[in-house]
């Protein structure tokens, strides 16, 4: 329930919109009126918007067409002699003694139609000035072209305002009741005020003590949007009861059936958002709806439906006592209307707006016993689409808002990235790339401060790719900023790296001042990863030019607080010297030597802090520093040390290892490569692989020949330690042109040693990777390649190769235990085709099969004491009674009848067979010293690969680690879970499993 009420909550409309977006909607609303035949409502809408934004001295032009006709106009000004006071407004819009004439047109074939019109006004002889308002666009060229005509061939000044012009103009709070009046836009629309709120002081004090005109669409607009800022404002909550007040007198004669009915839903909304009681609201509701299906415009419509969504999340909290029924009642009711409406709809605007509005009723039960079902929302949505792809005009940059704000709640919905990329690829088309980028930024860093991390960076890529442009490079340097922390936070040091030293190179290339500014951010981000991934030489090194473009580039560098990434890092670095001086003094000679060069108050600050007591490293057993070392970094510290580099991560349930000499070419090519792998895995998170959770040992190597490909397919080998590779990199080439063939092999591998350690069948992992490693090639190029920035970052005169080799990592003799993010772990649950029902069948089979055929060799084995042990040791260890029996059965099995050769393999195999099916003679019964731990120890591992075989899971190397294949079948297919009912077989001496 508490979801379906999160979901409810954010299904609401925005309170506000910024003055694009109302343009966007206020233009939509503009062009569904010739659809709805609103003639006479734009007219109306055009005298109100030019009296008060063109001239006020304006007469509309009254009584029917056929009483003399209009001369073309549809109202004009009068001439007006009197001097109104200087400070009136309609001092400034009056035409004076000037007679201006209107004319309006929903017209799409504009030109023609304001041509006659301009002509029948020109022919009466009356007017100095025509303005037309016209719903269709008319582009600034032939607007021009017009205006040229009706002066030199009518002699007449021509203003036009198109469409567009219209929706800015209607957008002002001044008038924004006019859009309100007559455009039928939805309750929760209105136009965002300004940022210091000064206006609603004034407004707030212009109502105390002032009694509102029924009648006026104005003070209506100016009273709801007071209600407004007091219900969604801790600031103007005071004021709310004063504003229902004000409120209340638009539900009294002679207000409109249309300003009751408004008045109504303002007030029940107030009274739930802004004191969490709906109940005072109910009567209001009950009226709302009591005559609903006469007012069947799509602003209409929506109105009751966020009441029914207010009216049900308010009820499941407690804040609205009223039968559910009743409740729901209401949602059959709108929902009845919206399917015969939708059934009916001729144009596809009205269709995309209905249909969006019933998709917010998905998350409303249609019946006390039906849970709310969310894929019906999404069926509607889609269809919204469809139908808005016809509608040019179609506010869909608003729906991409609302979907952003959904993005918590329905983030995980498996159709929401479907949706959200169509939404965006939408947004493209109608608004640009840019356009579409900006809403996909806010929805990532929704998912970013969500800790939705894959989403974020799947979000992040995507928007790379549609800021990399000359003009949207600032957006292009945000986006790999949270690329970088997003891939950092999930454990991907070097995938973090490669993404700050995209964001570094653009700093440095960048002729935009903007763009340069970020270099130290950047650069800073570049030393979190190395930092992070346990290059600590390297990140010593790399900080000083670092802290030199801080203070070259950023405004008060000297201030901590303002750039307290700076302080973060000065810290960081005693931590390293205070790290080193407790585990080693050569690492701490190191990072002396590095400091050397650092401007001397710098230094002393470092050296004296590191040494001085408070730090962790200073405090309890090395044993206990160990352990907060491990919490820190993802790799060891000084582990870019050595004749070997290791790396090593954690991702997919697997260990990955990769290991490298440590020379500055070496290190460029390998660290691309890992970086890639990284992007890789990250890609396929979420994907239900079937990966066994082994040990992927990788050699990197530069390759001493040319090659054509950076990366050549390396042989694997595995053993209960893993699997192990011999990779191959090519030099990189700076005139190379096929970049995209190298991305192609690191995909290649990438995809060999992903199906090393997975158990599905080959078809079915392409199946699954297949669209996602081609994702992952898009998100590996970002502009250069990683080994090409590296070089520019640490040339090669600063990267020692020297004490690099001369001293090996932190504490080597010590284990490391790197860590693993957990949305970057292996999924849980049962594994494919596990059946639960099949497996107990299966167990129950084994119990009387195995113990009938070894039934006086158990006893015989359980008697003797050190055969017993055995037996006792894997019960300790959790193993079940029938995985023991059949491993003793197995191994019994294989002393009767060993294997020969293939020739007699199927021979054995029925004489196997045989024995299970028979129930075992007390003279056939074997002798316990034939089960030698070595042979019960094979056993046991070909156990496993006989129930992994069971479950019909592929044959891959890493079946041969055994401890990965216990665990991945204890955790995905009940090894040791699953069990039924049985004799107390071997009397266990404690209470454990079995």
């Not at 062009?31 to 063109?54: D, I, P, T, W």
């Not at 003590?209 to 969604?232: C, N, Q, W």
């Not at 006469?294 to 909290?317: E, K």
């Not at 040019?392 to 959904?406: Q, S, T």
Request: glycine share 6%.
């Amino acid at each position: 329930m508490s979801d379906t009420l999160n979901i409810v909550g954010n299904l609401k409309s925005s309170v506000q919109m910024n003055r694009v977006e109302l343009v966007a909607m206020i233009r939509f609303h503009l062009s569904e009126m010739k659809a709805r035949n609103a003639h006479h409502e734009f007219e109306h809408l055009a005298r109100y918007l030019a009296r008060a934004k063109v001239h006020s001295n304006i007469l509309p032009a009254t009584g029917p067409v056929s009483a003399g006709g209009d001369g073309g106009r549809d109202f004009e000004t009068y001439r007006s002699s009197i001097a109104p006071p200087i400070s009136a407004i309609s001092n400034k819009l009056s035409s004076g003694l000037q007679r201006v004439m209107f004319g309006c047109s929903l017209t799409t074939k504009i030109v023609p139609k304001l041509k006659a019109d301009v002509r029948a006004m020109a022919e009466l002889g009356t007017a100095d000035e025509v303005a037309y308002f016209c719903e269709v666009n008319v582009p600034i060229a032939k607007r021009l072209q017009l205006i040229r005509w009706a002066a030199s061939e009518c002699r007449l000044e021509l203003q036009i305002f198109d469409g567009t012009a219209i929706a800015e103009m209607l957008t002002d709070a001044e008038v924004f009741w006019i859009a309100q009046q007559f455009l039928s836009l939805p309750a929760d629309t209105f136009p965002t005020h300004a940022r210091d709120q000064s206006w609603y002081q004034e407004q707030r004090d212009r109502w105390r003590g002032k009694e509102p005109m029924p009648f006026s669409s104005s003070d209506f607009f100016e009273v709801k949007s007071g209600l407004r800022y007091a219900t969604f404002n801790i600031e103007g909550r005071p004021d709310l009861l004063e504003w229902l007040k004000l409120m209340e007198v638009f539900r009294l004669e002679p207000c409109s059936r249309e300003t009751v009915r408004a008045a109504c839903y303002e007030i029940a909304v107030a009274n739930y958002r802004g004191k969490s009681d709906l109940n005072p609201g109910k009567h209001l509701i009950v009226d709302f709806f009591s005559d609903v299906e006469a007012w069947l415009a799509p602003s209409d419509l929506q109105n009751a439906a966020i009441l029914v969504s207010y009216a049900f999340s308010a009820w499941g909290l407690g804040h609205f006592t009223c039968e559910l029924n009743e409740i729901l009642g209401w949602r059959r009711l709108i929902a009845g209307i919206l399917n015969r409406e939708i059934d009916a709809s001729e144009g596809p605007g009205r269709l995309a707006a209905l249909l969006r509005i019933r998709a917010s009723l998905a998350t409303v039960p249609e019946n006390e016993n039906t849970v709310p079902d969310p894929s019906v929302g999404f069926d509607d949505w889609d269809r919204m689409l469809d139908a808005a792809d016809s509608a040019p005009l179609f506010p869909i940059e608003n729906f991409a808002d609302f979907i952003n704000k959904l993005t918590p709640v329905l983030g995980e919905h498996p159709r929401f990235e479907a949706l959200a990329e169509r939404v965006e690829d939408f947004v493209a088309k109608k608004a640009g790339p840019a356009a579409a980028a900006d809403k996909s930024f806010d929805r990532a860093m929704v998912r970013y401060q969500q800790d939705d991390l894959i989403h974020a960076v799947q979000d992040l890529h995507r928007i790379q790719r549609r800021w990399f442009t000359g003009d949207r490079l600032q957006g292009f340097q945000r986006a790999t900023f949270f690329l970088s922390k997003s891939y950092l936070e999930l454990g991907l040091a070097y995938a973090a790296k490669y993404m700050a030293l995209v964001g570094s190179y653009f700093a440095q290339q960048s002729e935009n001042t903007a763009v340069k500014a970020r270099l130290p951010q950047m650069l800073m981000l570049v030393a979190d990863a190395d930092n992070a991934a346990g290059n600590s030489l390297s990140y010593v090194q790399t900080l000083l030019p670092i802290i030199g473009a801080h203070f070259a580039f950023e405004p008060d560098p000297f201030d901590h607080d303002r750039h307290s990434e700076l302080n973060a890092h000065l810290c960081q670095v005693t931590a390293l010297r205070g790290i080193a001086c407790r585990f080693g003094s050569a690492h701490m000679a190191i990072v002396d030597q590095a400091l050397a060069l650092w401007p001397e108050y710098l230094r002393q600050s470092v050296v004296s802090s590191s040494e001085s007591s408070g730090g962790f490293w200073l405090e309890g057993g090395q044993d206990d520093v160990w352990r907060d070392i491990e919490e820190a970094f993802i790799g060891r510290p000084f582990g870019d040390l050595g004749a070997r580099r290791l790396i090593e991560w954690r991702a997919l349930g697997v260990r990955w290892v990769a290991s490298f000499p440590n020379t500055y070419d070496d290190t460029a090519l390998a660290e691309e490569f890992v970086a890639e792998l990284q992007i890789v895995q990250a890609t396929l998170a979420g994907v239900d692989l079937m990966l066994l959770p082994t040990r992927v040992c990788m050699d990197l190597a530069v390759a001493t020949g040319p090659s054509d490909m950076r990366l050549s397919k390396g042989s694997g080998k595995a053993n209960e330690e893993g699997i192990h590779f011999s990779v191959s990199l090519s030099l990189y080439d700076q005139s190379a042109t096929k970049f995209d063939e190298m991305i192609k092999s690191t995909i290649a591998i990438a995809a060999a040693l992903i199906g090393a350690c997975s158990v599905l069948p080959p078809h079915v992992l392409i199946e699954r990777t297949e669209q996602l490693l081609r994702a992952a090639m898009d998100r590996i190029f970002v502009a250069r390649p990683y080994c090409e920035i590296y070089r520019v970052t640490m040339p090669r005169e600063l990267f020692l190769g020297d004490e690099r080799v001369g001293l090996g990592p932190l504490a080597d003799h010590r284990l490391f235990t790197s860590r693993e993010h957990p949305l970057l772990g292996s999924p849980r649950g049962p594994g494919q085709g596990y059946d639960r029902e099949w497996a107990l069948q299966a167990i129950g089979k084994r119990y009387k099969n195995a113990a009938q055929s070894i039934r006086h060799t158990l006893r015989r084995l359980l008697v003797r004491p050190d055969r017993r042990a055995v037996f006792e040791s894997w019960h300790r260890q959790g193993m079940l009674d029938w995985e023991i029996l059949s491993i003793i059965a197995n191994t019994a099995a294989n002393i009767r009848f060993p294997y020969v050769d293939e020739a007699s393999a199927f021979e054995q195999f029925q004489q196997i067979r045989a024995m299970f099916d028979s129930k075992e003679r007390l003279r056939d019964a074997l002798d316990p010293s034939l089960f030698t731990d070595e042979l019960l120890v094979a056993s046991r591992y070909s156990f496993l690969s006989a129930f992994a075989a069971g479950w019909q899971l592929e044959g891959t190397p890493a079946l041969s680690d055994h401890n990965a294949v216990e665990k991945f079948l204890t955790e995905r297919y009940g090894l040791r879970s699953d069990d039924v009912k049985h004799s107390d077989l071997f009397k266990w001496s404690d209470a454990a499993p079995g």
